[in-house]
């Protein structure tokens, strides 16, 4: 509670009072600071070009429309290509989604071996996958930009693939140990003497136990992966872009008239999934973060 | 055999994982370190000849620049985030009955792809059409805010696109050390009649040290790592105005063919992320073993 500050002539409950709506006043003040961009956003979509340049950033729709929205999805121009963001969006959505559950898979069972099945030497590999976890990616741009030319996988989807799971393994592996190691070893000890070997326990006590770490997991790699544009705009080529690196190109087209609302309806389709999951699963996105953060 | 591949499964699992790494990320560090002491142009040559294209790097005013805007820009970043993430944790803590709610508003941005807060941004401060033409609208005629468009601003309008995605993180990070102080420590001062700002100058905050510590390395890698913000935000500009060293990096390998640059920024790039991770991770990771 936040105290009355003394003040001797002034009924300490109504100084009480004024301060919590002080407060009140300061927490709507940023509220509105941070929900200003996504509004405009929202409103910007569904005015014309007209009524964009007439009035204000921050009036609402005098006339909604939905044109932008539809251009954006399937005729927003980037250079000479008019397809809108509609194939990107495909893009993103597959190479997300393998690129998400292979490495979380291989994340679960990394952590398995580094926190349950001890050897020796494991601990400094674990160090050295944290290490890579903060290099910053364009340390490796070049060799990888030359080693997924090697591979034939060159501005290909699955060579995008191939790089999100490739530096998504610190992440999930870390994320993955660090719950694992919360679980007494006496568990695999006592599975062990009942003749279950290292699958069995796996599957049968450490994935039902996974759900909260598997659901971490999946929420950090989607929105990493899903936002990222520096592999996107490195390792793609005309026709595999990723949603990011196209509504890159849409808004920074410098050909026709600068179409605002529909750079705006684009920006939202480009967010909106992983807005619906922080939406929906909020909890686990900020327990990701945290973890993330102070632990690696 | 079967008795020695039950024994090694952990090793064998774990083998593609380690060797994955270092190939990918300690054999491609060497790489770019091999090349970034070569004459590479367009294409990489292997014959090292020292430090040539890191006197070249420190000769050129593009990349003076983008360490100068590196140098601003993490600075605000950093403290700006920390503070206003402060705030809005201690005001969060005084028992709010609409905190989940607030929060969640608060930490929506950090969802959002860099390449759409940039472009939300650059449209919220568009000369013409947004805040400067809404504030002369309601009559302030002489009213500017071209920051996006003026050299000596423009990386100030990147400062607030990323503090407004990133301080309610580091409002969420903050809030989680707030509520982990012992009760009873605050209790038994408010008995005693402490108040609450000294509370919190005198105990709560510095007891939040370690926090302040992982706040200011996120936020820290975060700046080095910028580069779709500015991508979408100015593009670099006007002119080179806002370029920062990811920036440079990616306009010397993909535009000007100029590999060695490329990798000799990259290794900069990452002896800078080294210099302040490195101590930090290895405290953790003595501290969790001790």
């Known amino acids: ?32 600071f941070y929900l200003m961009p996504l509004f405009v956003m929202i409103t910007t979509s569904l005015k014309s070009l007209d009524e964009i340049r007439s009035g204000s950033l921050v009036a609402l729709p005098v006339q909604v429309t939905f044109e932008a929205w539809r251009t954006a999805w399937s005729s927003a ?42 050897f020796r030497g494991a601990n400094l590999i674990f160090s050295l996958m944290l290490f890579g976890c903060f290099i910053p990616f364009q340390v490796v741009l070049l060799p990888m930009a030359r080693t997924l030319g090697f591979m034939g996988v060159a501005g290909t989807i699955p060579g995008l693939i191939f790089v999100h799971v490739i530096y998504g393994i610190g992440f999930t592996t870390l994320f993955f140990r660090n719950y694992y190691v919360t679980i007494p070893v006496e568990l695999v000890k006592a599975a062990k003497v009942d003749g279950a070997g290292f699958f069995r326990i796996f599957w049968s006590i450490f994935m039902p136990l996974s759900l909260p770490i598997m659901m971490v997991t999946v929420i950090w790699q989607f929105t990493q992966i899903w936002n990222d544009f520096l592999f996107g705009v490195s390792f793609s080529q005309a026709g595999t872009q990723p949603v990011t690196v196209a509504l890159n190109n849409i808004v920074n087209s410098t050909t026709g008239v600068k179409e ?21 699963a909020g909890k686990y996105f900020i327990r990701g973060l945290t973890a993330g953060s102070v632990k690696g | ?94 028992k709010i009955r609409t905190e989940g709610a607030l929060r969640t508003i608060y930490l929506y941005p950090m969802a959002l792809s860099m390449i759409v807060t940039g472009t939300a941004w650059k449209w919220i401060m568009n000369p013409g059409l947004g805040i400067e033409a809404m504030v002369r609208g309601w009559g302030f005629d002489e009213f500017a805010f071209d920051w996006v468009i003026d050299p000596d601003m423009a990386i100030y309008a990147i400062v607030v696109a990323a503090v407004w995605q990133a301080s309610g993180f580091v409002m969420a990070l903050f809030l989680a050390g707030l509520r982990s102080v012992d009760e009873e420590i605050i209790r038994a001062a408010r008995v005693d009649g402490i108040p609450t700002w000294s509370i919190y100058s005198a105990i709560i905050i510095p007891s939040m040290a370690p926090i302040f510590l992982s706040a200011f390395i996120v936020l ?71």
Not at chain 1, 14 to 23: F, T
Not at chain 1, 81 to 110: D, H, K, M
Not at chain 2, 221 to 235: E, P, Q, R, Y
């Open chain 1, 260 to 280: 605002y609302n529909v750079n705006m309806a684009a920006a939202i389709i480009a967010a909106f999934p992983t807005l619906f999951v922080y939406a929906v």
């Open chain 2, 220 to 290: 820290a890698h975060l700046a080095i790592k910028s580069f779709d913000l500015v991508i979408a935000l100015t593009g670099g500009g006007p002119g080179y105005a806002t370029d920062l060293p990811a920036t440079y990096m990616y306009a010397m390998a993909f535009s000007r063919g100029d590999i060695g640059q490329a990798a000799s920024s990259a290794m900069v790039m990452m002896t800078v992320v080294f210099a302040i991770v490195v101590p930090y991770l290895y405290s953790e990771l003595r501290a969790k073993r001790g």
């Open chain 2, 1 to 94: 055999m079967a008795a020695w591949l039950e024994r090694n499964v952990p090793r064998i699992l774990l083998a593609p994982s380690f060797l994955a790494v270092l190939v990918f990320v300690y054999g491609f560090i060497a790489w770019t370190a091999w090349v970034s002491m070569t004459r590479s142009r367009l294409l990489p040559k292997y014959e090292i000849e020292g430090f040539i294209q890191y006197e070249r790097l420190f000769a050129a005013p593009r990349w003076d620049t983008a360490m100068n805007n590196l140098f601003i820009f993490g600075a605000l970043f950093i403290v700006v985030s920390m503070l206003l993430g402060l705030l809005l944790a201690i005001l969060l803590d005084q």
């Open chain 1, 1 to 32: 509670m936040v105290d009355a500050t003394p003040a001797p002539l002034v009924n300490p409950r109504a100084g009480q009072v004024a301060l919590r709506w002080l407060l009140f006043a300061i927490l709507a003040l940023f509220a509105l």
């Open chain 1, 77 to 118: 121009c980037s250079g000479i290509q008019c397809e809108g963001l509609r194939p990107y969006f495909w893009n993103s959505v597959a190479l997300t989604v393998p690129a998400v559950a292979v490495s979380t898979l291989i994340g679960a069972v990394n952590g398995y071996v580094i926190a349950q099945w001890k």
